[in-house]
């Protein structure tokens, strides 16, 4: 697996717990984050300075760190309330503010990046999605529209909480330079696991993103997430997700999808009322293969084990 040019778009904790399990097989991995956050810590920096959302890339890099207590502290948060004023460190990431230290001295984003992996030593290449700041809008399945990322992540929106479509604004963003480079020489492209309507979709959207998806010949691979977001994707089978894609790409351009098959371990207590497991439902596509492994984290059955999705994936490369 040493010389496998393995790509992952995305970002949040999938792309994260992703990284984590491939990084103990290879150092020659790509990971392109989705720039459409808004919420939270790293919105509030996106709007007092202006940078692109540093928080998923920082959690990113942390988790390519061979080193366990690097990315606890670049990974570390301030106490306080997250969701805080703009101006107030409460709820912040150590890594992010460094990102916008880094993003001032150089002068540039993608500069920032790539001081932040000589400092502390990140293997791997990472790339924003979009070379601009972009946003996200969403219909519900009652038609009614949810504007922010941070509102359709957190179900703030009266009515039916399901989605029917997501909306890039620009509609016309461009990628950042290097991400079609990198999915043209990739051996292997992966999507997923992550928040489909917030994370996943705003970067398979982006023009140029989705033409390469569609027309490219290499393989790529779908990781359906272990357990369903209320706010996002209540209710849906892995045959919804396939469905989801296709609507907004067109077509369902993945070769194989890889689903958990383990709904043993108890979802915990906090989270049962309203997260669920994510039904097989005996899905059958045309050209499509599915791979059911058991892939849950049993420390915490609302994501994927890093070693049991690399496991799987890198078998499939």
């Known amino acids: 697996m040493k010389n496998k040019k393995i790509v992952c778009l995305g970002g949040g904790i999938g792309t994260v717990n992703l990284i984590r399990g491939l990084k103990q097989y290879t150092d020659d991995f790509t990971a392109i984050i989705s720039m459409a956050d808004d919420g939270g810590s790293t919105g509030r920096l996106r709007r007092l300075y202006g940078i692109l959302p540093p928080g998923d890339l920082v959690s990113c890099m942390a988790a390519a760190s061979n080193d366990p207590l690097l990315a606890k502290v670049l990974t570390y948060r301030f106490p306080g309330n997250r969701y ?55 219909k519900t399945v009652e038609g009614k529209q949810v504007h922010r990322e941070e509102n359709i992540d957190l179900g703030r929106y009266v009515g039916k909480k399901q989605l029917d479509q997501v909306f890039l604004h620009p509609k016309d963003a461009k990628p950042s330079v290097g991400v079609i480079a990198s999915l043209q020489s990739a051996d292997a492209i992966i999507v997923g696991p992550g928040d489909l309507y917030t994370t996943i979709l705003p970067t398979l959207i982006i023009p140029a993103i989705r033409e390469e998806l569609t027309k490219s010949k290499k393989k790529k691979i779908f990781v359906v997430n272990v357990a369903n977001k209320p706010s996002e994707t209540k209710g849906y089978t892995v045959s919804d997700y396939i469905k989801a894609i296709e609507k ?25 009322k309203s997260y669920r497991y994510v039904p097989l439902m005996g899905v059958v596509y045309k050209h499509v293969i599915f791979v059911e492994k058991d892939l849950v984290d049993e420390a915490f059955p609302l994501y994927h084990s890093p070693e049991k999705l690399a496991k799987v994936v890198l078998k499939h490369i």
């Open 84 to 138: 805080g004023k703009d101006e107030e460190l409460v709820g912040q990431k150590l890594g992010s503010l460094i990102m916008v230290g880094m993003r001032d001295v150089t002068g540039g984003f993608d500069e920032a990046i790539h001081l932040f992996q000589k400092v502390f030593g990140v293997p791997g290449h990472f790339f924003p999605a979009t070379t601009e700041p972009v946003s996200i809008s969403a």
């Open 248 to 272: 907004h790409l067109g077509m369902f351009p993945f070769d194989i999808v890889i689903a958990n098959n383990n709904v043993s371990i108890p979802i915990p207590s906090k989270f049962r």
